[in-house]
């Protein structure tokens, strides 16, 4: 299969396990991480405010508010996500489209159910999960493949519920909490009470 691959692009949510060095896909390069390349699975501001700017004129007239109330709403509601140290804010396709289509500001991420692998983890490693917001972590934190997750930072940050926030070069380490206001609400009104269901007080 390898001589009819020129360039491939793979995406999820999990790193990809290292394979054998006679595997075909032994020479993967992960540019997660990468300033270049953090931009490219989400909708930066810039390009919310020039390509979309009709579907936010809509939405703002749809909900009896001015085109600013409506930019604010959007930003608060599903901006927030860095992928690198220096990445710019980038908004979430699915759910910003969804509010498009919808016409209203609403929790369109927690729609598509509850990870009940993360609530696995989090009940293995007895994470507090009170604790989100603010955490920190290296770089071999985020590197690590979902076969050998000890620690449930990475997934949290690989699954959309963190984000950077900020990073420390003096010390590597990359601050950081919830992405936004949809994240924040999806994890305490959804994500939390399932984790609660499975444990046994």
């Known amino acids: ?17 290292q394979l054998s060095i006679f595997s075909e896909l032994n020479n993967l390069k992960n540019i997660s991480m990468h300033d270049d390349f953090s931009a490219l699975c989400g909708i930066t501001e810039q390009e919310l405010l020039t390509d979309l700017k009709p579907d936010i004129e809509r939405m703002a007239k749809a909900n009896n508010g001015t085109y600013e109330e409506a930019c604010a709403h959007l930003k608060r509601q599903y901006d927030g996500y860095h ?7 980038i908004y979430n396709p699915f759910s ?17 159910g ?7 983890i989090l009940q293995r490693t007895d994470f507090d999960v009170q604790s989100l917001d ?9 590197d690590a493949p979902t076969d050998h997750i000890v620690d449930p930072i990475p997934v949290l940050y690989q699954s959309g519920y963190l984000t950077i926030k900020g990073y420390d070069p003096a010390f590597r380490l990359y601050r950081l909490a919830y ?3 949809e994240v924040r609400y999806g994890f305490t009104e959804s994500l939390l009470p399932a984790l609660n269901k499975h444990i046994i007080w």
């Not at 509850?114 to 696995?120: A, M, S, V």
């Not at 603010?134 to 985020?142: I, N, S």
């Open 1 to 17: 299969m390898g001589q009819y691959l020129r360039f491939l692009f793979i995406t999820g949510i999990s790193k990809f396990s």
């Open 83 to 89: 992928f690198s140290k220096n990445c710019a804010d």
């Open 96 to 112: 910003l489209f969804n509010a498009f289509d919808a016409k209203e500001y609403k929790n369109f991420w927690f729609s598509t």
């Open 114 to 120: 509850t990870p009940t692998f993360l609530i696995d």
């Open 134 to 142: 603010g955490l920190t972590a290296t770089d071999e934190q985020f």
């Open 179 to 181: 992405s936004n206001g």
